[in-house]
T-cell receptor
Framework: DTGVSQNPRHKITKRGQNVTFRCDPI?????LYWYRQTLGQGPEFLTY????????KSRLLSDRFSAERPKGSFSTLEIQRTEQGDSAMYLC??????????????FGPGTRLTVL | GQQVMQIPQYQHVQEGEDFTTYCNSS?????IQWYKQRPGGHPVFLIQ?????EVKKQKRLTFQFGEAKKNSSLHITATQTTDVGTYFC?????????FGQGTILTVHP
């Protein structure tokens, strides 16, 4: 399978614990995005990378959230001191772009986080 | 910031009826993308529109991009039960996507 993959698919944690998710984009895709989706809503942008550089972060991304893409390939999203409000589906997407107006994003299956 | 509004929120149709969902952006978009998400699934890319006034067809699906590049629509002709799911539009401004709330389509056989 050459699509976007995410691990784990499900994560249940207790409030206050740290969690880390991994995303493997489609190979050769230079951009990688993180989104968060809650029930009944569309995905909300969190942050994105072009190669290893983090180019934009949403105001939704509090200082408890950190994302990395150290070698420009896979990415990790860490949430420290989780809160119940962090419960959501965390989606990763990747695209191949040269900076023009087209930037088709392909989504992974997501990691569903439940904070008890 | 950019806002994308999508209507209706829900649409129930009988199999064979047509379906349309509309998308409006508060700002001019560089392109608009449409996704379908099945219950329990993740957004699956359907199509991207880039040019002002562009119309694209995929079998029974017709996508339009407004002249001002601020609105778009998706029309499904003669719905089938396999069309059920949530349809999202997402506006792009040279990077991140801003999604609408989605339209949940239910098709009754």
């Amino acid at each position: 399978d050459t699509g976007v993959s995410q691990n784990p698919r499900h994560k249940i944690t207790k409030r206050g614990q740290n969690v880390t998710f991994r995303c493997d984009p489609i190979s050769e895709h230079n951009r990688l995005y993180w989104y968060r989706q809650t029930l009944g809503q569309g995905p909300e942008f969190l942050t994105y990378f072009q190669n290893e550089a983090q180019l934009e972060k949403s105001r939704l991304l509090s200082d408890r959230f950190s994302a990395e893409r150290p070698k420009g390939s896979f990415s990790t999203l860490e949430i420290q001191r989780t809160e119940q409000g962090d419960s959501a589906m965390y989606l990763c997407a990747s695209s191949l772009t040269s900076g023009g107006p087209t930037d088709t994003q392909y989504f992974g299956p997501g990691t569903r986080l439940t904070v008890l | 910031g950019q806002q994308v509004m999508q209507i209706p929120q829900y649409q129930h149709v009988q199999e064979g009826e047509d379906f349309t969902t509309y998308c409006n952006s508060s700002t001019t978009l560089s392109n608009i993308q449409w996704y379908k998400q099945r219950p329990g699934g993740h957004p699956v890319f359907l199509i991207q529109l880039v040019k002002s006034g562009e119309v694209k067809k995929q079998k029974r699906l017709t996508f339009q991009f407004g002249e001002a590049k601020k609105n778009s629509s998706l029309h499904i002709t003669a719905t089938q039960t396999t069309d059920v799911g949530t349809y999202f539009c997402a506006g792009s401004s040279y990077g991140k996507l801003t999604f609408g709330q989605g339209t949940i389509l239910t098709v009754h056989p």
